[in-house]
């Protein structure tokens, strides 16, 4: 990597609100941990994420795009080239008839408040999810039935030529917390949702609800990046947890949350090593005690292995 071409590069293209350096990355996960990034771009358009690859590329640097950091575990030594930020500044949102257009910076909340307030359904599965348009495509995100797939038509990405290419939704090849854009390292733009009209108070009513079984069953207290494993066909990672006796499990400032064994939580001053212990801990502890292997969902992003 060319550090001073990178530096040198950005800050031509770059204004110095978007552009910071050594940017600490515990400000932009959920988890609230992360080391500093070397250079952190906050995008607003396409061609400023065009422009960010392409000096990345010219620079031989690498680069990580992220959106609201609700599934990402970032390193203590935080992590070396450019991070490319789509979030408040990339996150319109457009309501056509039944049809909801949202930059892949628009949070899941504000798109799904935008429906409730058009009086479309559709969209209130992920209004408790806090991440992103994008992260969602990327990794089909769902909650209490619904995932992603089901309401979203197509979505425009820039592929790695820096074209933009639209994507259907037959194309996206969606399944469980998989797309074929993350397949492919595809940067999500905006998506197009089809939704359905519906009476405003059920909307909301159905919103609140789905609020209030988040509330009284996960951490939401504490810093996290949600269900840090998967689903494992056939069970729930947080009864094998609980079965393997690792709720509660703690290393430094990381735990299996008490409240739901498939969180592990930040309790305040967790690192991100004190994490990656605890989730190292509980897999070997749940493949003794059941056979299962369980795949993290949270992904790791610095570490050296
Ligand atoms: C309290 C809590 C509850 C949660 N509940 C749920 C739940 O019910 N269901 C669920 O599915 N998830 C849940 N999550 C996990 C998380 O919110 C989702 O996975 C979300 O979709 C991640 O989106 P993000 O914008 O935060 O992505 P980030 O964490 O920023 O990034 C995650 C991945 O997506 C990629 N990415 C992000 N944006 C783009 C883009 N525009 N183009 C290409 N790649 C992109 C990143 O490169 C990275 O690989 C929860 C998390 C927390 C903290």
Redesign the pocket.
């Known amino acids: 990597m060319d550090t001073e071409l990178l530096a040198n590069l950005l800050e031509e293209h770059f204004s110095s609100d978007a552009l910071k350096y050594d940017e600490p990355m515990s400000m932009?996960?959920?988890?609230g941990i992360g080391g500093p990034a070397d250079f952190f771009v906050s995008v607003s358009s396409v061609e400023d994420i065009r422009r960010a690859c392409n000096i990345a590329r010219t620079a031989n640097a690498p680069w990580?795009?992220?959106?609201?950091?609700?599934?990402?575990l970032i390193a203590d030594a935080g992590l070396r080239g450019l991070v490319i930020h789509?979030g408040e500044h990339f996150a319109d949102i457009s309501i056509d008839g039944t049809t909801l257009h949202a930059q892949?910076?628009a949070s899941?909340e504000a798109v799904a408040n935008a429906a409730l307030e058009a009086g479309l359904t559709g969209y209130e599965f992920?209004c408790?999810?806090?991440?992103?348009?994008?992260?969602?495509?990327?990794?089909?995100?769902?909650?209490?039935e619904g995932?992603f797939a089901h309401v979203c038509t197509g979505v425009n990405?820039l592929d790695s030529h820096g074209d933009v290419i639209e994507v259907s939704a037959s194309e996206a090849d969606w399944s469980y917390?998989h797309s074929m854009?993350?397949d492919r390292g595809?940067?999500?733009?905006d998506a197009t949702l089809q939704l359905v009209p519906w009476n405003k108070e059920q909307i909301r009513e159905r919103m609140d609800d789905l609020q209030e079984r988040?509330a009284s069953k996960?951490?939401?207290e504490l810093?996290?990046?949600?269900?840090t494993f998967k689903r494992p066909i056939g069970y729930y990672a947080g009864k094998l947890i609980q079965d393997a006796g690792m709720r509660g499990h703690t290393r430094g400032g990381a735990q299996v949350s008490t409240k739901h064994c498939g969180?592990v939580v930040n309790m305040g001053s967790a690192s991100a090593q004190d994490v990656r212990n605890v989730i190292d801990d509980v897999q070997k502890a749940v493949l003794a005690d059941s056979g299962v292997h369980l795949e993290p969902?949270?992904?790791m992003w610095g570490f050296e292995d």
Do not use: K, W
């Open positions: 932009h996960t959920t988890f990580h795009v992220i959106g609201a950091g609700s599934d990402l789509l892949a910076g899941n992920a408790g999810i806090p991440g992103s348009i994008g992260g969602a495509a990327i990794m089909n995100a769902g909650a209490y995932e990405c917390r854009m993350s595809y940067i999500v733009l988040r996960q951490p939401l810093g996290s990046a949600g269900s969180f969902e949270v992904r």
